[in-house]
Structure formats: C-alpha cells, structure tokens
C-alpha cells in the first residue's frame, strides 16, 4: 500500500470508486497519448523549421534538382547513396515530385510509420502482460521511438531506416499467413540486406514457410532491381561487395558496425577485414542461437530484436538511424531483484536517446566506449546480457524490495509520493552511475544555457543583478568580499590553498560521501541522495531565474580572480571561459551548498564526534574558499543553504523520514525480537 493510503477511511474507499486504479490508469492513458501526439508535432516542427539545404540532406542528395536519382549515370559513382539498387528504383519515381511538397509528405509520412511500429511492438510484448502495462504500452512505445536517435536522425537526414524495420515486424506479427509475413520480410531484407538473417531465425524457430518467403522475396525485389539498372545491381553487389566501403567516411562515428569500430581504432587493410569477419561470424553464431532460444520461449519480440542486434553488428555500414533494433532490446527482462529489473530497460532507453558525450565524459580514456557506445550495446543485447526466460521464478516475480514500515504524511493536502516509498535496500550501482552522470551532464546544459544564449544580453542584466546583491550586502553591512579578497592575495600561501580548495573538492567531496553511503549505510543513501538531487534542481531554477556576476566579473569593483587569472572585460565572453561554463550561476553557490550538505549529512550520520566536527569543517572552509577568490558573493552562500535546506525538506516532505535498516543487517549482529503493535512502536521511537 501506498505511504499515504491510510489517511482514506473504508466509507472513502467505497464511494470514491471512480478514483480507483481503472480510473487512474484512463487518466494516465489520455496523459501519455498527449505526450505522444505533442513529441510528433514537436519533431515534425523541427524538421519543418529547419532551413533549406539543412534538412532533409539525405533526401535532397537523391531526389533534390541535382540528386544521384536524376543523374544518368550510376547510382553509385559519387559515393552519395548508400542503399540497394531495390531501394533506388523504389525512389526513383519520387524524384518528380515538388520538393517542398515531398519535404512534408516524407516528414508526416515518417511520424506515421513511427506510429505504426509502436502500435505493432505494443501488441508483441511477451504475454502475459497485466492490464495496465497493455494499455500504457501503445503511447509509451511510440514515445520513446520519437525521441529515440536513429528516428531522430531519420526526420532529419531523410532516410527509409523506419521501413524495414515496420516491414519485419509487419511480416512476424501482424500479418497473417506464413508465406505473407515471410514477403514482407524479404522486402525489408532487400532494402536492408543485413536483414537476411531473419530468415535463420525463422527457419530455425519451424517457420519453415515464411523462411522460404524470406529469400524469395528478397531474390525476387533483387532480380526486380538487376533486371531494371543492371550496371548499378553489379557495382553495389560484386564492386562494393553488399554496400562495403559506400559512404564518405565508414569509419565515422555514426557508423555503428564492428567493421566501423575496428576502422576508428586503427585496423586497415586484410588485417582489419579478416579481423571483422572472424567477429561477424562469433557474433552472428551466438546472437541467433540466443534469438532462438528466446523465440521458442515465447519472447518473440526480444528474439527479433537480439537477430537486428546481430544485423547491426555484422553489416558493413550500421548507420545511427538504423539501430532501432537496440531500443526493442528493452522488453528483456534482467535481473532476479525488482530494483535490479530497470537497470537494462533504462540503460537502452539512455543509450538510444542520448548522444554518447552525455552518457561519458569527454576525456581520452573513454573515447573507445563512448564511440562505440550504441554497437557495446547491441553487442551486449545479442550475446551478452542474461535475458530470463518466461520459466525463471523471477521472471514474473522477482525478488522484492526491502521498505521501512509506512508513515503517516506530513501535512494533511500534500501525501506522500505513493512510489516513493522509504527502501531499506541498497540501490543497483549501475543504475545510480548511469543516472548519476546523465543528471550532472544535464545539470551542466541547463547551467550553460541560464543567460538564454545572448552574452551581451546576459552580461548586462547580470552585472545589474551583481550590484543589486551588493547594494544589499552594504546595507546589511556583510560586503567583506573586497577586503577578504586582498588579504588573502597579500598573504600569499593562504591564495594557493583556497585556490586548491575551492577546485578540487568540490566533486570529491560529495562523490565521497555517496560512495560511502553507498556501500556502508544504504537506506541513508537513497535520503542524502534525494535531498541533494532536489537541491540541485532548485539552483538550476536559481540559475535561470537570476544570472548574477560574481565578484571577480564586477569591472568597477577591483577584485582579483585569483582562480581564472586576469579577465579582459573589453571582451564579452572573457576570452573562452565562458563557452565552457555559464559564469553568471552564482546565485545560488552550489559550491557552498553542496558541501552545507555534506557537512550535514556527516554530522547526522558520523558515528564519532570528530568526524562530525570534521564534516562541518568542510562547509566553512569552502565558504572561505568561494568569497577569498571572488567567486561568489556571502548571499550567494546563503541562497546554497536555502537551496539544501529546501532539497532536505522536500524529501522529508514527500517521502516521510529517512529510514534506516535494523541493526542486523548492517553489523550482522541480532536484533531485538517484536512483534505486531510492539513492532511498529519500536519502530515510531527510533530516530529514521
């Protein structure tokens, strides 16, 4: 039961049926279909918007005025069409079309294919699947494949990728009649010849007919395409063997294939050949064995989508708007413990919608994974992660998660968040790392795009704000930024140190205490974590609704940045501190109030005093730090605070106390024995 369900009486619960779960999950129907039809215009918008020339590149290069389809020659010569001789006798009649109303045509055309493929993936999800999950599925597919990035890539460059994979699914679900579906694949397969492989999976399933249907569709859309534009069937077919080497850059990042990766680390030549088709051949052997056992496990769904894994991998071009298959991958099950279940799903969702820079940082050590991050992914769906099958005890019950006892709410018109639960047990690592790092990649957009873009703009109105908090600080009589900025430039060593401090401890700090949260006090760390994550929302906010100069960017006021060095404020930006970083989020320091919360979070949790005295230490320090090298103005410390004290509030607010674990499961010694009313007595006089 949810936290707050005990505020409704037996007589509330009977009369007010119509709040119920039927209730809930039409409101949450309607609510996610307008989602939906609201990412579809938004994307078709931007499609639309874009200026000529920028959108639509791909379809422009084939059917523009001067596009290949045009061109009497092959098709081929220019290195500009990358797909089969089938797929370009399919466009060849659209090349008379008026460009600006193909540009509209193709755009909704594409949203409309999108639809489609959601509304046939919902209905393929692995029975048995609960009511609420049935009619959610539809909305919630279509979502995410909208803002997936090969659907993206799509709408923007103006390509076919959504067609086959519609045609597949088309043939194994949708349509009826073996030797129908098999067609359709065929005709998926000859746009995308990779694609064959569906015909070992479904020859190796007992679908024997459709198999056959495979291959002859694709043999005869092939013979269809050699028989109308021989010269250009013998260059992709024999010349460029299948569409090898097609492309301007196959060794580009968005080719998503082993043979591109081993292209970007360096192979060449038959080293790299040999090499890509050991590989393609292990995985394509491992993959369709997995693909098939999942099949005749009744997940059919996963099954297609682990053999497009494979197609991806072992096709000499895997371009980024041909990796749906990825995203289907999430209907896999992993995991025996329930709060391990969204660790897949929500890695596949990030991956496929996220480009790879916010998923790892942009240093030298990741750039291997993070170029190849999509084909890791696929790699690991087709041979790799440890799908459960329909037959595993966990598959439909896993392990459940450890809750504290439920508390009543707060205040009386603001319950409880029903899942947000207070959980006893330690959250997947994985997961708090991938969403760890996606909210600081956000947190460091939305920092830098606060001042809306305009430097000038942003300047101005954040100087202005600067000598507003000043003004304030004078009549407050707590201006000593100035005077405690030289003293410490005068001094000497005390400048080398704030200086050091105020850069290097800031991430470590907090890291640190998540870490150890973490492993030692996991309960602790679900409340610290939410505290901190609702902290920092509320300075983003800040950021946006007041850009503030700190004090070393006040021209008139004489400070010296003892951090950044000299700034020419005869320059708008300062030289190019500014396009790495927004410096106008001062207000509030996050500086500050992240390390007020890691002194409180010490302070609260440190078993010894000295470790507490330690924590605290931390956030005046840091105070010092942050007004010593002008970085940051006293209020802007006290905005911190409010922020933390905030983000502290509302997890108390929504979520009841923080809970802690009995004392045997984090010593392994025995607790004391209650039950019933004595239990939950206990359990009201502890400190969580």
């Known amino acids: 039961m949810a936290n707050g369900e005990h505020r409704r009486t037996p007589e509330a619960l009977e009369a007010g049926h119509s709040d119920g779960p039927g209730a809930r999950i039409g409101a949450a129907r309607v609510a996610l279909w307008l989602f939906a039809a609201v990412l579809a215009a938004r994307q078709a918008a931007a499609v639309l918007r874009t200026p000529e020339g920028e959108r639509l590149t791909d379809l422009e290069t084939w059917l523009g005025p001067r596009g290949v389809l045009h061109a009497k020659g092959s098709l081929y010569d220019a290195d500009r069409f990358t797909g089969t001789p089938f797929a370009g006798l399919v466009l060849k009649p659209l090349a008379r079309a008026g460009e600006q109303a193909l540009g509209w045509a193709w755009t909704f055309g594409t949203l409309g294919l999108v639809v489609v493929l959601g509304l046939v993936a919902a209905r393929a999800l692995p029975r048995p699947v609960s009511r609420r999950t049935a009619l959610l599925a539809a909305p919630v597919a279509i979502s995410l494949l909208i803002l997936s990035l090969p659907v993206r890539n799509t ?24 030797r129908t579906g098999g067609l359709l694949t065929g005709v998926g397969a000859a746009l995308q010849p990779a694609l064959l492989l569906f015909a070992v999976l479904l020859w190796c399933t007992g679908r024997r007919k459709a198999a056959v249907a495979t291959g002859a569709g694709f043999g005869l859309c092939t013979a269809l395409a050699w028989a109308a534009l021989p010269h250009d069937s013998w260059t992709y077919w024999f010349h460029h063997l299948a569409g090898a080497g097609l492309g301007a850059h196959p060794d580009a990042d968005a080719n998503q294939s082993l043979h591109g990766m081993l292209l970007r680390l360096g192979l060449r030549g038959p080293l790299e050949i040999g090499l890509f088709l050991a590989l393609g051949a292990a995985v394509a052997c491992v993959g369709l064995r997995r693909a098939v056992r999942c099949a005749k496990d009744g997940q059919l769904l996963l099954a297609v989508a682990i053999t497009g894994c494979v197609a991806v991998a072992v096709s000499p071009a895997g371009w980024r708007h041909q990796l749906l298959w990825v995203l289907f991958t999430a209907v896999g099950r992993v995991g025996r413990r329930r709060s391990d279940r969204y660790v897949w799903p929500v890695a596949v969702v990030l991956v496929t ?28 769906a087709a041979v790799a992660v440890p799908f459960l099958s329909r037959a595993h005890p966990q598959y439909q019950n896993p392990i459940p998660t450890e809750y504290a006892a439920p508390v009543p709410a707060r205040l009386r018109r603001v319950p409880l968040i029903p899942f947000w639960r207070r959980v006893l047990t330690r959250p997947n690592l994985l997961l708090e790392l991938l969403l760890i790092r996606v909210g600081y990649s956000a947190y460091q957009q939305v920092r830098l795009a606060a001042t809306g873009g305009t430097i000038s703009g942003g300047r101005a109105t954040a100087e202005h704000h600067g000598e507003q908090i000043h003004a304030i600080e004078r009549f407050l009589r707590i201006d000593v930024e100035h005077w405690v900025n030289h003293a410490v430039v005068r001094a000497g060593w005390p400048e080398e140190f704030f200086d050091f401090y105020y850069t290097s401890f800031h991430f470590v700090v ?8 973490y492993l030692r006090r996991p309960a602790e760390y679900r409340w610290a974590r939410s505290a901190l994550g609702f902290a920092t929302v509320l300075a983003l906010i800040g950021f946006w609704a007041y850009p503030l100069a700190p004090p070393r960017l006040m021209p008139d006021l004489g400070f010296v940045d003892t951090v950044h060095g000299v700034q020419d404020f005869t320059k708008p930006n300062y030289g190019t501190l500014t396009d790495l970083t927004n410096q106008y989020a001062a207000m509030p320091s996050l500086h500050f109030g992240w390390s007020l919360w890691c002194g409180l979070v010490i302070a609260v949790l440190a078993p010894k005093g000295w470790m507490k005295a330690l924590g605290l ?60 009313t004595t239990k939950d007595a206990a359990k009201d006089r502890s400190p969580s």
Do not use: C
């Not at 919608?353 to 690991?380: Q, W």
């Open 155 to 178: 709408l923007h460059l103006g390509q076919t990728s959504v067609l086959p994979v519609l045609l597949v699914l088309l043939g194994l679900f949708a349509v009826r009649g073996e």
């Open 353 to 380: 919608t996220l480009p790879a820079k916010m998923m790892l940082p942009n240093m030298p050590v990741t750039e291997p994974v993070r170029d190849n991050l999509v084909l890791i992914t696929a790699l690991a």
């Open 510 to 517: 907090p890291l640190s205490v998540l870490a150890v949260l």
């Open 617 to 676: 230490l931390h956030p005046l320090l840091t105070l010092s730090a942050i007004v010593a090298t002008g970085n940051h103005w006293v209020l802007d410390a006290v905005g911190g605070a409010a922020v933390v004290g905030a983000g502290f509030g509302l997890t108390y607010l929504l979520s009841g106390p923080r809970a802690s674990r009995p004392r045997e499961a984090v010593t392994g010694a025995p607790a004391p024995q209650v039950t019933g």
